[in-house]
């Protein structure tokens, strides 16, 4: 009877990660496209009304929306590790598995943090390199990562299984 009672609640609490997933994904989504419209209208010299919950940032000047957008990228992806981590903590409550999490995650950051360093460096390249930065950092905004690392684990987890029984 108590496994029951661990596996209803470890279902509870995987089904609230998704949701938070999906809520998160599509404020972030709503924000990024809203302050991206914002400034197109003032490059274009054009009105742009703001939804009432991101009204404050009419306020801003251009720059700062920019930096804006990096700020809330760090802090989207910090979030979707987080979630992702508890994910990961909630199905296979291993420190190995948790440590793979924050490898990927970092590894994600770090490669997006050469491209746009090589951007920066040899400028030629700079809106290749910010392409593929933005695009990896798109990886971690989501729940993509955590969506392919989770089938892996369990197929590893699942060989290990059957090599052990041999």
């Not at 420190?95 to 920066?120: D, E, N, Q």
């Not at 809106?127 to 369990?154: H, V």
């Not at 987890?157 to 041999?166: L, M, V």
């Amino acid at each position: 009877m108590e496994s029951r009672i661990n596996s209803t609640k470890k279902n509870l609490i995987l089904i609230t990660i998704a949701i938070a997933a999906i809520f998160l994904g599509y404020l972030r989504d709503s924000v990024f496209k809203t302050i991206n419209a914002l400034q197109r209208a003032w490059d274009l010299n054009e009105d742009y009304f703001l939804p009432p919950f991101l009204s404050f940032i009419e306020n801003y000047e251009y720059e700062t929306l920019s930096n804006l957008k990096w700020v809330l990228t760090i802090l989207c992806s910090s979030l979707y590790l987080f979630l992702s981590i508890y994910a990961i903590k909630t199905i296979f409550n291993t420190k190995k598995h948790t440590k793979i999490i924050l490898f990927t995650y970092l590894g994600v950051f770090l490669i997006s943090a050469i491209f746009m360093t090589v951007g920066f460096v040899w400028h030629a390249s700079s809106a290749k390199m910010y392409e593929y930065s933005r695009f990896l950092m798109g990886l971690a905004q989501s729940p993509i990562i955590l969506m392919i690392l989770i089938p892996t684990l369990k197929l590893v987890e699942k060989e290990n299984s059957k090599t052990s029984k041999e």
